[in-house]
């Protein structure tokens, strides 16, 4: 009997343990395009007031881009075609509207694929459900901007250019995830301009830093003044006497940022080229570094003439956000 108890035991955890290795099966990697958002949603809720909130949240304008751009591609999938290749999805947002459905907005993980984000918004009704969305909108938005970010700095964590790292860190004092398909373009005392080139592309960087001396330092008006200044001193155009410069008609679009536990400004704006026809998108942010008493910036820009600037912008705004001082 106590022989037969035992093997009864044996068995039972053998079973309890063979569900738990069939629970951590293998995700597959999620799929879809950058930027781009599955919308699980009614036929009846994405044409009313739900369908118009969701658009004005996720596919408003992407900040200061020569030709507007949506923030997010948006793909409307009804609940029944949500199945199949769909349930891997990079961005899924669901809504789920019920006469007893409490309010709430709740972002999970990886639920079907790696590298997955699920935000699920639940509401009584779709008037509710509106009203949830544009009041969270910051929050709904910040799910997927971050996650688009993560898989970024994610990739160029396995490609590193590490002697190009090394580099910059030796010059300038910190730290900056820069991919093996970057390369220096301009060498200077304090500053350096680093930039991935394609027959059709560039995306480039720079970082410089100079003394701080006052809260001065930090209106966009000097900031816009000595960024002038450097890219006309070591940021040529294709022809004789031309030079980058930031342009002047178009306000920037200006916040302050908590950048990895450091007071800083960003600043997006469009830029062109003095005496060429050239131009784009740009994005800084300048730092304090309060140990060292000094002001980095990290500045990134774009030039792709035949596509659209967003996701390009994006690829450089996860390397600049990445950038940490070292220890003095």
């Known amino acids: 009997m106590a022989l037969f108890l035992r093997i009864c035991l044996l068995l039972c955890l053998f079973t309890v343990i063979s569900c738990d290795s069939g629970n951590n099966r293998t995700l597959p990697t999620s799929t879809g395009k950058a930027g781009e958002i599955i919308v699980v949603i009614a036929q009846n809720h ?15 304008p992407y900040p200061a881009l020569p030709q507007e751009e ?24 669901f809504l789920e509207i019920g006469n007893s459905t409490p309010e709430s907005m709740i ?65 300038l004092q910190v730290r900056l995830s820069v991919a093996k398909d970057y390369n220096i373009a301009t060498r200077a005392k304090r500053f350096m301009w680093i930039r991935k080139e394609t027959s059709e592309t560039s995306q480039g960087v720079f970082i410089y830093d100079y003394p701080y001396l006052d809260k001065q330092a930090f209106s966009v008006e000097n900031i816009m003044h000595i960024r002038d200044s450097v890219t006309q001193a070591y940021v040529p ?15 920037p679009v200006v916040k302050e ?70 220890e003095k």
């Open 107 to 171: 972002m999970k993980k990886d639920i079907w694929a790696r590298g997955q984000v699920a935000v699920t918004v639940s509401a009584r009704n779709g008037a509710s459900a509106a009203k949830l969305i544009l009041s969270k909108s910051p929050r709904l938005i910040s799910h997927f901007v971050d996650a688009e970010r993560h898989r970024l700095m994610k990739g160029y964590s396995r490609i590193k250019n590490k002697k190009l790292i090394d580099e910059i860190e030796k010059k």
């Open 257 to 326: 940022v908590d950048f990895n536990n450091n007071y800083a400004l960003e600043v997006r704006g469009l830029w062109e080229v003095e005496g060429d026809f050239m131009g784009g998108p740009y994005l800084s942010y300048t730092i304090l570094d309060v140990e060292r008493q000094r002001v980095v910036c990290v500045e990134a820009y774009v030039y792709c003439p035949k596509f659209n600037k967003r996701n390009y912008l994006r690829q450089l705004e996860a390397i600049l956000l990445t950038l940490k001082f070292t």
């Open 46 to 60: 994405w044409e009313s007031k739900l369908g118009d909130a969701i658009r004005k949240v996720l596919a408003q």
């Open 237 to 251: 155009g294709s022809r004789k006497g031309s030079f980058m410069k930031i342009v002047k008609e178009y306000p």
């Open 70 to 93: 949506p923030l997010f591609n948006i793909v409307h999938v009804k609940k029944a075609g949500f199945k199949g290749i769909l349930t891997y999805h990079r961005n899924i947002l």
